[in-house]
């Protein structure tokens, strides 16, 4: 039988860099003096040929409709040749040579919806996963929460008004495609309750020894139900973190009542001054409450406005809290300190406060 | 087209405020696109009530590849039917996701006719996502793409798709050419990158410099991180000029912030203890006019960052304190069909090589791999003394 397919490309990697890059860039490659941020989300970089290339960022929603992709190529077109990048945290920058072309062209991206700024000292893009819209195993949606703590937070867009970068991440389950554990502040959607198990689909979908071993914590053990092969939870091991549901579909996790969100502050993945940190928990949990997620807007807001009025220049989230200490943390932000705030998994002592350096208010009265 | 428009007044309610719009940007494709109106409709239920509504994967692919497409399937067909099939394809972005608009165009134009129209710009691994489509659309898709010139990227146990910042394209604190390397390494390991023969995931992140724009270190299973050997370039007319400008504070913002205390200021001279700087690069981004990364660049490699499945989330660790970044980047390959090499045959099933490495012991790896073990490898010796000794091998 003839194929359908008479020429049939595999294997051919992405795009040649070199395709893409404006003419200046082409010139000027590896030849880079110095850089500076003119305003807000203007960048301008200086090549030793004295050559200069303006970079405008703009916020772009992650979840990006093809129109809104011909709009930006278009402005690409009208102000600066067709050249154009994303950043790793989803912005969309314009290329420029032509000064003169800047204002207008931040005009335009005003207009059309799609500010300016996220550079320097400030917030920028959250970077975040599917969520509701696209996963199997989100405990919250993500462009929902993202779009309602930027839309609090996005004067820090457009200014940069804060003590050092801030840099949050937007997770909807432990699998974290978002990577948010390296984060100034991490939301990362929780799941709390035991997976479900569908003993009719289960025997079918799944292979009981792997998923028995998917069990970080030895929770899962294998038993016959209704004269069937399956498996049973032991309730007090499982601690939801869903890696049975990724290799077993007929454990399902998802709980419209007891999923929702946590809170993790102090990470981050530059090696500038501190090296890079985890992030660590803040927020045990916060329930879902869709459209704008207000709970989780106001204790966001909270943790950046304690943060901007008390660190040092160029501090990072976590520096700051280095230096002031964890129960100043929890005294200025009002965040309660609970049981679940202490690691109980592998290696949990080495949290564990091992000095007697802490830091003591006198009496009163 | 047949409407399915449903009203979504909680959705609606994320069209206001002054942060670009997700769900704008579904009803500019759901004007002209049934699946796009459906999954506004999902959304829709899911924020009433407040649970997703997607299943678990299922295998769906190109001919030849064994990554590059993730299944999907909703749970309630009989009420959004045009995403009954809304499967996930991933497209190797360029290198530091450099686009002319012709590209962008023509990425539109494929993905217009054959799926949703909406898309990731970009997925959390750097691939260009295209967001739902049927199982009889992916061949035509993967057809038009290649003729394109563009390629799938990974998904699976496979090498995903390895991703770079701007590199010496915009950036002059770039100690290696991040845009050549990742292109080199995509290139090679086609092969590694389209059909999954690994353990688990395996993925590879470049970044120029310390300051590290593409997270390399806390998500990649490799990270290639940017540094230089020598002395930090001092432009003196400039430190002068920063420390004439407004509120500027030398002492205390930039001398009084490095972590090895390594500078002085003495009001007119910055002196830097090179020998005792960590390459931090906290001088260098608050000076960048005057101060520069040395001449005698390279990149430190590092090995086994991961989110927390299963075992707890890991930073990488230094394989490589110092490496030249050059072509045909031999050492590189050779350290990664190395390390692949070992773990392809000795990982568990979902175990990512960070883990691997723990489970083993880092000694052990080296070993395995023929790599010396060196001081730069740890923050300090061990302090439990139960030691395997192998006093057979010395």
Known sequence: ?365 | MADKKKPTPKLDELEKGPWPSFVKEMKLSAETNVAAQDLLGILERSYDEKIGHWKHGGIVGVKGYGGGIIGRYNDIPQDFPEIAEFHTIRVNQPPGWFYSSDALRTLCDIWEKHGSGLTNMHGSTGDIIFLGTKTTELEPIFSKLTEAGFDLGGSGSDMRTPSACCGMARCEWACYDTLAAVYNITMTYQDELHRPAFPYKFKIKMAGCPNDCVASIARADMSIIGTWRDSIQVDKDQVTAYASGPNRDIARDIVGKCPSKCMGWDGKNLTIDDSNCVRCMHCINAMPKALAPGKDRGATILVGSKAPIIEGALLSSVMIPFLKIEPPYDDLKELIQAMWELWAENGKNRERIGEFIQRIGLGNFLEQIGLEPVPEMVSQPRTNPYVFYDIKKG
């Not at chain 1, 959250?126 to 929902?144: M, Y």
């Not at chain 1, 069990?215 to 294998?222: D, E, H």
């Open chain 1, 1 to 365: 039988m003839a194929t359908e397919i008479t020429t049939r490309k595999t294997d051919i990697g992405p795009p040649h860099y070199q395709k893409y890059l404006p003419p200046v860039i082409q010139k000027n490659y590896g030849k880079w003096k110095f850089h500076e941020i003119l305003k807000p989300g203007v960048l301008l970089h200086v090549a030793e040929s004295g050559d200069k290339l303006y970079s405008v960022r703009a916020a772009a929603p992650r979840l990006t409709s093809t129109k809104t992709i011909r709009l930006f190529a278009e402005l690409a077109d009208q102000f600066c040749g067709g050249y154009l990048r994303y950043t790793s945290r989803n912005n969309i920058e314009f290329l420029l040579t032509d000064e003169k072309q800047i204002a207008p062209l931040i005009e335009r991206l005003k207009k059309e919806g799609y500010p300016v700024g996220g550079m320097g000292p400030s917030i920028t893009n959250i970077v975040h996963t599917q969520g509701w819209v696209h996963c199997h195993s989100a405990a919250s949606d993500a462009s929902g929460v993202v779009k309602s703590v930027m839309d609090e937070l996005f004067p820090h867009f457009e200014k940069m008004d804060l003590p050092g970068k801030l840099r949050i991440a937007f997770a909807c389950c432990l699998n974290m495609c978002g990577a948010v554990h390296c984060s100034d502040i991490a939301i990362l959607a929780v799941h709390r309750t035991l997976p479900k198990i569908n003993k009719e689909a289960l025997p079918k979908m799944c292979e009981i020894p792997t998923t028995v071993a998917s069990c970080p914590t030895g929770a899962i053990r294998p038993k016959m139900v209704d004269g069937k092969q399956s498996v049973e939870i032991i309730e007090e091991q499982c601690m939801y973190c869903g890696n049975c549901f990724t290799v077993c579909p007929a454990m399902t996790l998802a709980d419209a009542e007891n999923d929702g969100l946590s809170i993790w502050v102090g990470g981050k993945v530059s090696n500038a001054r501190h090296e890079p940190m985890f992030s660590k928990l803040a927020i045990p949990f916060i329930p879902n409450n869709p459209p704008r997620w207000p709970e989780v807007v106001a204790a966001v807001k909270n943790i950046v406005d304690v943060y901007a009025k008390n660190a040092s220049k160029y501090e990072r989230m976590g520096e700051w809290i280095e230096r002031i200490g964890w129960p100043r943390f929890f005294k200025l932000t009002g965040i309660e300190f609970t049981k679940y705030h202490i690691d109980d998994f592998r290696h949990a002592g080495e949290s564990y406060k091992r000095s007697t350096h802490l830091k003591h208010t006198p009496a009163e009265g």
